[in-house]
Antibody, heavy 118, light 109 residues
Framework: EVQLMESGGGLVQPGGSLRLSCGAS????????MSWVRQVPGKGLEWVSS?????????FYADSVKGRFTISRDNPKNTVYLQMTSLRAADTAVYYC??????????WGQGTLVSVSS | EIVLTQSPATLSLSPGERATLSCRAS??????LAWYQQKPGQAPRLLIY???HRATGIPARFSGSGSGTDFTLTISNLEPEDFAVYYC???????????FGQGTKLEIK
């Protein structure tokens, strides 16, 4: 069974940084693309970032986070990360990690809440 | 940038009825469209990919159709657990980005 578990969310001040982690199990992690998707409570889904499978490290970002967020993966640890810097109030959301199969987010974690506020 | 527009915003139906949800793309996405279901307090779940293929474990009452710019998610014989928010999603190859529609809330009438 595929399992994804996000951690690292919390309250941070504007301009601050936070690193989210997503631990994976139940599938061959290094063969899977991974993504982060966020959702402002009560609102819709917004894709944040993706990283392709393997160790090549090709990454993609939404314009809203480009230059501020960095996605990475540690295949031996079966973990994908989202390093978030220069955080803004608009970044407040639940952040989900998801497996990326071809074009689609096939399995999702339960999410971790990030709140940016002074 | 391709924009996905879902309609209606809210759909009120009764269990046993048929639901028809629409997703329109601002330009052709061929058949590269997916549908997700999200229940309150839960993560989204992939229902349909490549416009018409059911994901693993998805009941046959869920079906997807369409290509190009107009897509439909049909849920026949609504069950109580089907009342949720539904999102469509596509991927643009260059620049690489993934876009979701704004969602359709399917509520019990």
């Amino acid at each position: 069974e595929v399992q994804l578990m996000e951690s690292g969310g919390g309250l941070v001040q504007p301009g601050g940084s936070l690193r989210l982690s997503c631990g994976a199990s139940g599938f061959t992690f290094d063969s899977a693309g991974m993504s982060w998707v966020r959702q402002v409570p009560g609102k819709g889904l917004e894709w944040v970032s993706s990283i392709i499978s393997g160790s090549g490290g090709t990454t993609f970002y939404a314009d809203s986070v480009k230059g501020r967020f960095t996605i990475s993966r540690d295949n031996p640890k079966n973990t994908v990360y989202l390093q978030m810097t220069s955080l803004r109030a608009a970044d407040t959301a639940v952040y989900y990690c998801a497996t990326l199969t071809h074009l689609w987010m096939t399995n999702w974690g339960q999410g971790t809440l990030v709140s940016v506020s002074s | 940038e391709i924009v996905l527009t879902q309609s209606p915003a809210t759909l009120s139906l009764s269990p046993g009825e048929r639901a028809t949800l629409s997703c329109r793309a601002s330009q052709s996405v061929d058949n590269y469209l997916a549908w997700y279901q999200q229940k309150p307090g839960q993560a989204p779940r992939l229902l349909i990919y490549d416009a018409s293929h059911r994901a693993t474990g998805i009941p046959a009452r869920f079906s997807g159709s369409g290509s190009g710019t107009d897509f439909t998610l049909t849920i026949s014989n609504l069950e109580p657990e089907d009342f949720a928010v539904y999102y469509c999603q596509q991927r643009t190859n260059w620049p690489r980005m993934y876009t979701f529609g704004q969602g359709t809330k399917l509520e019990i009438k």
